[in-house]
């Protein structure tokens, strides 16, 4: 398979682990409102804030819609107790040159780069946030707008996402996606049973090749622990595309 131009990583559950802080942050609005967690819970990851409260209160008006919105992602700006890096993807970032990678996520701009510097991560060159689209995941918009802003082809990308909304998305632009099953299992995820899926970042290996702008991004089992026995591989051999 052809070596990928560009790594668009999703933010939540793929970069940092950030579901308790999530979690909190609607429960304590929809107790508020007389609403269930177990009623939100499906609509939540992946999605827009604002999508997520026009599904569950589908008779507010777009503008209170925006003041809900504002509000649920006010609380978890606030909130970054428990926020920290998917194991391996700091490393994976690292390894990447700055122009080669992005990431494209649901939530404003102010909570992406409050849960990228909780976890110890560079801003990136490419950040690609709910103010930038008009329609939220599974629509491509947002990757298609971080290849144009990365100056690739889309098709030549290599997504990271852990929910089905992310995925759709990816691969609606025609990119090549590797499941991260930190928040949904594989069977969830929508990729099926050949597609490429790993449990978090110690799986993926990536660098660009010495004097040319070409990138390799690999699934190799983690290196076991002293006397511990040799991972078992995940759905997929490769990240190539």
Avoid: N
């Amino acid at each position: 398979m052809v070596p990928p131009s560009a790594v668009p990583f999703d933010l939540d559950g793929v970069m940092v682990h950030s579901s308790g802080s999530i979690e909190r942050a609607w429960r304590g609005w929809a107790g508020a409102r007389g609403l269930m967690w177990d009623t939100l819970q499906p609509y939540v990851s992946g999605h827009l804030t604002v999508d997520t409260i026009r599904t569950v209160l589908p008779g507010l008006s777009p503008e209170a819609a925006e003041r809900e919105a504002t509000d649920v992602d006010r609380r978890q700006v606030l909130d970054t107790a428990g926020i920290r890096p998917v194991a391996g993807m700091r490393r994976l970032v690292e390894a990447l040159p700055r122009s080669c990678w992005a990431v494209v996520t649901s939530c404003p701009r102010c909570l992406a780069v409050a849960r990228l510097a909780a976890a110890g991560y560079p801003l990136p060159s490419t950040l690609v946030t709910a103010e930038d689209v008009v329609r939220g995941k599974p629509d491509p918009e947002g990757y298609m707008l971080a290849a144009a802003r990365l100056g690739v082809v889309a098709t030549t990308c290599l997504v990271l996402e852990d929910s089905p909304a992310g995925v759709a998305a990816g691969r609606a632009a025609g990119m090549a996606v590797v499941g991260i099953t930190t928040t949904h299992s594989p069977a969830t995820l929508g990729l099926g049973d050949a597609s490429m899926v790993v449990p978090d970042g110690t799986w993926l290996q990536g660098r660009r090749e010495p004097g040319s702008e070409t990138l390799l991004v690999r699934i190799e089992p983690p290196r076991p622990a002293a006397g511990g026995g040799r991972s078992q591989p995940p759905s997929g051999q490769s990240a190539q595309r």
